[in-house]
């Protein structure tokens, strides 16, 4: 079956615990990229990949990390998470070119303490 | 800088009724794709249709059915004879290449109530 997959689904940690939340895809994507969601903000992007080794920052990349080492993967690393990091996260995925339609994973609640 | 609006925060209606979800987006690009997804109360988001900059027809899929005006950078979706199914927060988007890279930007979306 098509999908993207994250893990975990829920994680509640505290202040300045490193975490790193995992994204992967099994239908050969290129372009990968994480989201977050917020009441009333919409989706941000955080940051995306066009291909392994190609990361770019989204429109709120602070206090986050990424890494496309292969390209069925895409983890997404809080090195020091804050409390204004508690959201919902996607990560989705498609295949390159801005006419594509995106897939998301089903989300990973994070709330930090 | 892209940038795409979803006025209607959230949205009641009555079952049966018929109800316009607007989105207006704003790109200096002329090539760009506009999509709408939906999210359902249970959390996925789900992709609905798509719409590239050079076609300017209306589609129409059931009882979804969605308006794509340039002239006045808009892109609304409107629900016919609504159900309570279609409760569910829904999301317009913009896609463009940009520079070599491929920019999405959503609107902060609109969550829309169907009361039985």
């Known amino acids: 079956e098509a999908q993207v997959t994250q893990n975990p689904r829920y994680l509640i940690t505290v202040t300045g615990k490193k975490l790193t939340v995992t994204c992967s895809q099994n239908?050969?994507?290129?372009?990968m990229s994480w989201y977050r969601q917020d009441p009333g903000l919409g989706l941000r992007q955080i940051y995306y990949s066009m291909n392994v080794e190609v990361t770019d920052k989204g429109d709120v990349p602070e206090g986050y990390k990424v890494s496309r080492k292969e390209k069925r993967n895409f983890p997404l690393i809080l090195e020091s998470p804050s409390p204004n990091q508690t959201s919902l996260y996607f990560c989705a995925s498609s295949p390159q070119g801005s006419y594509n339609e995106q897939f998301f994973g089903p989300g990973t609640r994070l709330t930090v303490l | 800088a892209q940038k795409v609006t979803q006025a209607q925060t959230e949205i009641s209606v009555v079952e049966k009724e018929d109800v316009t979800l607007d989105c207006v987006y704003e790109t200096r690009d002329t090539t760009y794709y506009l999509f709408w997804y939906k999210q359902p109360p249970s959390g996925e988001l789900v992709f609905l249709i798509r719409r590239n900059s050079f076609d300017e027809q209306n589609e129409i899929s059931g009882r979804y059915s969605w308006n794509f005006q340039k002239s006045t950078s808009s892109f609304n979706f409107t629900i016919t004879a609504s159900q309570v199914v279609d409760s569910a927060v829904y999301f317009c988007a913009l896609s463009l290449d940009y520079g070599g890279y491929q920019k999405v930007t959503f609107g902060t979306g609109t969550k829309l109530q169907v009361i039985p």
């Open positions: 239908m050969n994507h290129e372009y």
